[in-house]
């Protein structure tokens, strides 16, 4: 495979990665400490994955942070995560805009505080015409959640006459995903020893590589996506095709 993806055709690593970032609490428990401080050595890991894109030709870059499920942890826990995404992406805003990095959120805002939204929507606002690194992440998010909206929002299309009941087919709910302006992924990542999806982008990767690994995520590297990477690049992706 080519890791260069100037060289056009050539290149055959994935385009657009997608991560479920898990094993923080277990690799903080691990070293004895609370499994905030995990979550904090998580979002430190985000920035060295993000930089690592554009070497690899990942161009669309999506992590799975805390999932319309997560608001059954604690209270203590959900706090602490609230404050972690406000301060992260207060502290990085500048240098994620700098790198040239396109931020987008993607779920439902409604249960995020009004502090949380507002920053959130600085940062697209400020990074939205960036285009080194399209960095989507998966905040009070869910693929049920995600398609149960999207078909609300195409129901009421079609009573409000602007669709068609027989113009809907699979390539109309796309376009009422979160997801709508992405392409979808080509390599789906869980790290931490867990093999299940967990409710994530369940539409948009129908057809996406599976990759479970055992590291945790606070110990997942640079140098581990480019394996990956790398590893995709062998694969045969006939998409329900067969080779003649």
């Not at 056009?8 to 385009?15: Q, T």
């Not at 161009?59 to 706090?79: C, D, G, H, M, P």
């Not at 939204?117 to 995600?146: C, F, P, W």
């Not at 996406?208 to 590297?221: G, K, Q, R, V």
Request: charged share 30%; glycine share 6%.
């Amino acid at each position: 495979m080519s890791a260069d993806p100037a060289k056009g055709d050539d290149f055959r690593g994935p385009r657009h990665v997608a991560i479920i970032m898990d094993g923080n609490g277990r690799w903080a428990q691990a070293r004895g400490r609370p499994r905030l401080f995990g979550h904090h050595a998580g979002a430190r890991r985000v920035r060295e994955v993000v930089e690592a894109c554009p070497s690899l030709g990942v161009k669309y870059l999506t992590i799975f942070a805390f999932s319309t499920e997560n608001w059954k942890r604690t209270q203590v826990e959900v706090a602490g995560l609230m404050s972690l995404f406000r301060r992260y992406i207060s502290r990085e805003a500048k240098a994620l805009d700098a790198r040239g990095v396109r931020v987008r959120f993607i779920g439902d805002r409604v249960r995020l505080d009004d502090k949380l939204i507002a920053l959130m929507d600085h940062l697209e606002k400020l990074t939205e015409q960036n285009d080194s690194v399209h960095l989507t992440i998966a905040l009070n998010y869910g693929g049920r959640d995600e398609v149960a909206r999207a078909t609300k929002r195409l129901a009421q299309d079609v009573a409000d006459h602007k669709l068609l009941p027989q113009d809907v087919d699979e390539e109309t709910l796309p376009r009422y995903l979160d997801t709508c302006v992405l392409p979808d992924p080509d390599l789906v990542v869980r790290t931490s020893g867990e093999a299940r999806i967990s409710n994530f982008l369940l539409w948009q990767s129908a057809y996406a590589e599976y990759e479970f690994i055992d590291t945790l995520w606070p110990d997942f590297t640079a140098e581990e996506l480019a394996r990956l990477c790398g590893s995709y690049g062998d694969r045969d992706r006939r998409f329900g095709a067969v080779k003649t």
